[in-house]
């Protein structure tokens, strides 16, 4: 069974645009979490998705934003970048269980 | 608010003796925990976990420890190998009120060197 992915896998942005990130979750998982890592916060939980429906939400400003689809592929955005931005952004799938599978993340830099 | 916190950032031992990584918590209402190993450039990948209403579990060289009156969960890898350098995290999860759903909380994560 594949894992999960996650597109792109390196990103380079400026201050100030958008960013779209993908992730496909394992196949007959529901529930899709995005979490945010940087050296000096560890992983931060953004958001959780379970059938198109956000559930959960982490303490991030507006500007962090998701959705999900009927496939459970899931896209996260972010708009106005801040160079605080720059960090890993992994993606979770789970069964509706504490377990969850990573993806290997996609490395944002803001310039 | 830091609910879930790896003290240690970093840890160092030499191949065949025991690997000993700490977690301490501060929420009593999480239900479940578990660890997850980073290699760099790849997401974390799920170790082992244990529920709340359990004191040890085991599996292979990997054994999870949790004292509840003590918030405390330690991670034990004998005998460490080479191969078992990588970050590792600990993660708390707590039921919603709907009891549908789980959300991980993260520790900042320590790195375990192991030396041949």
């Known amino acids: 069974k594949a894992g999960v992915t996650q597109t792109p896998r390196y990103l380079i942005k400026t201050r100030g645009q958008q960013v779209t990130l993908s992730c496909s979750p394992i196949s007959g998982h529901r529930s899709v979490s995005w979490y945010q890592q940087t050296p000096g916060q560890g992983l931060q939980f953004l958001f959780e998705y379970f059938s198109e429906t956000q559930r959960n939400k982490g303490n991030f400003p507006g500007r962090f934003s998701g959705r999900q689809f009927s496939n459970s592929r899931s896209e996260m955005n972010v708009s106005t970048l801040e160079l605080g931005d720059s960090a890993l952004y992994l993606c979770?799938?789970?069964?509706?269980?504490?377990?969850?599978?990573f993806g290997p993340g996609t490395r944002l830099t803001v310039l | 608010d830091q609910q879930v916190k790896q003290n240690s950032p970093s840890l160092s031992v030499q191949e065949g003796r025991i690997s000993i990584l700490n977690c301490d918590y501060t929420n009593s209402m999480f239900d479940y925990f578990l660890w997850y190993k980073k290699y760099p450039a790849e997401g974390p990948t799920f170790l082992i976990s244990?529920?709340?209403?359990?004191d040890k579990n085991e599996d292979g060289r990997f054994t999870v420890f949790l004292n509840k009156s003590a918030k405390h969960l330690s991670l034990h890898i004998v005998p460490s190998q080479p191969g078992d350098s990588a970050v590792y995290f600990c993660a708390a999860s707590l039921l919603n009120s709907g009891g549908s759903n789980y959300k991980l909380t993260f520790g900042k994560g320590t790195l375990l060197t192991v030396n041949p």
């Open positions: 979770a799938s789970s069964l509706q269980g504490h377990e969850q599978f």
């Open positions: 244990i529920s709340s209403i359990k």
